[in-house]
């Protein structure tokens, strides 16, 4: 099992301060949403975590060691992130990008092993993509490039994976199934999942650790039956709403009434 940890970090842009002293320890082995307004802060929580941004302050500690002691290649064996709009060549196909997720468990001169096609194979039909594996990227629909990204972040087959909305394009099946990908891969692999959702009630319902973020801050976090309440949401999205039990898993259920006055 690997660990992730945050402790103090502060980050700005010029003089916004963007992250201010966020302590955050992820739960091994467990689903943790991050949630909060738009501009918030979480995506920048979540690239600081995998690195991908270095905040001025605080540190990271990846399997209790600080982040900016490791290599690229020692990370991506432990940490698997999907970024808000990722990039590629548009002309990579589906198979080379997921193949591209082995690379990390790779010598330099190393050939793809079977194991390795293995991996790739499970990830494409984990994510229902074994038909477009020789599309390009610029030849799949906004959900389908999705999935593609998706596959790659599992074939690099890392106990912690981290995911920056990763239902956008998605229509609702797709979500759905998406997020019970996810929660299977949580559940039978014991993976440790990071995400960022913006549905809340999905954030609700998918969460073992809801982690709600305020203006760079964590505002609360903890189990949704405690952390996903009416104030929380007036606090972090000026929304009023109800709160009743979901009636399918009894996880607690957001009804908008408006945004709040006050
Ligand atoms: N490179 C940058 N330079 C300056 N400001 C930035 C930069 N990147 C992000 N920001 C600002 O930092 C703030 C936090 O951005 P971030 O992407 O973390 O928010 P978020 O909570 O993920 O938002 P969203 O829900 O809209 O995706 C925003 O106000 C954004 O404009």
Redo the contacts with the bound molecule.
Sequence with gaps: MTTLSAEHLSLS??S?Q?LDDINLVIPEGKISVII??????????L?SLARLLTPQEGIVYLDGKAIHQQSSKEIAKKLAILP?GPEAPEDITVKDLCYYGRHPHKGLLSRQTLEDDAIVNRALMATKMTDFVDRTLDELSGGQRQRAWISMALAQDTDLLLL??PTTYLDLAHQIEILELLRNLNVTHGRTIVM?L?DLNQAAQYADHLIS?VK?KIFQEGPPEKVFTKSMIREAFGLDCCIIENPVDQTPLCIPIGLSLS
């Design positions: 842009y010029g916004t963007i909060g307004s738009n501009g918030c802060g979480k995506s920048t929580i690239r808000q920056d909305e960022v913006h973020i760079g």
